[in-house]
């Protein structure tokens, strides 16, 4: 049962613009979404969270929006850089202490 | 800085081997986890656990077990290691139980010949 899922495996976007990854999910109610980066040879690394009942949360250049009637939720990051060129997760975080992953969109931007 | 520390970065073992993958935390974490990456599979969790010597199935068990005897170190063991078993394995461990932040190792890179 894949409670979280990421259509697109890839992105590439130009420096100065805006970058926007997608996650859809099923079953969830009362739960967290968070996204992590994943630079190579390296662990994921903790960027964002978004409660179930709030539609925005924001942070820097990033954002996370949440529409539950469409139970989709993206991850925009403006302006992109350079170094935000990595694998982003999506993640659900449900029981207290379970986390699960989508399969990651990798992020290239541009010079 | 919380530091989750796993011991080798590459390992290459043989069909049948016993295999053990060592992490260890420095912050005192009571949770610690065990995942495997895998292309186009994401993260998918294979075994947890929320306290010294307590231990829990995750999504992808077989063929793996734990050992968690102190609070700081949780080691993932392959009993009998089988080509299937070649990925990126990632420990990671989070404070408590209702934190989302996940803290990880930088991975051992497991191939099994």
């Known amino acids: 049962d894949q409670q979280v899922k990421q259509n697109s495996p890839s992105l590439s976007v130009q420096e100065g613009r805006i970058s926007i990854l997608n996650c859809d999910y099923t079953?969830?109610?009362?739960?967290?979404f968070l996204w992590y980066k994943k630079y190579p040879a390296e662990g994921p690394t903790f960027l964002i969270s978004i409660s179930s009942i709030k539609d925005k949360n924001e942070d820097g250049r990033f954002t996370v929006f949440l529409n539950k009637s469409a139970k989709h939720l993206s991850l925009h990051i403006v302006p992109s850089q350079p170094g935000d060129s990595a694998v982003y997760f999506c993640v659900k975080f449900y029981n207290f202490n379970k986390f699960y992953f989508g399969s990651g969109t990798k992020l290239n931007v541009k010079p | 800085d919380v530091k989750v520390t796993q011991s080798s970065r590459y390992l290459v073992k043989r069909t049948g081997e016993k295999v053990f993958l060592e992490c260890v935390q420095d912050?005192?974490?009571?949770?610690m986890f065990w995942y495997r990456q895998d292309p186009g599979l994401g993260l998918r969790l294979i075994y947890f656990s929320y306290d010294v010597k307590m231990k829990e199935k995750g999504d992808i068990p077989e063929g793996y077990s734990v050992s968690r005897e102190k609070k700081e170190r949780f080691s993932l063991i392959l009993e009998s290691a089988s080509t299937n078993q070649t990925s990126m394995y990632l420990c990671a461990s989070s404070p408590a139980m209702g934190n989302e932040k996940l803290f990880f190792g930088s991975g051992t890179q497991l191939s099994v010949l």
């Open positions: 079953n969830s109610m009362f739960d967290y």
């Open positions: 912050m005192d974490h009571e949770n």
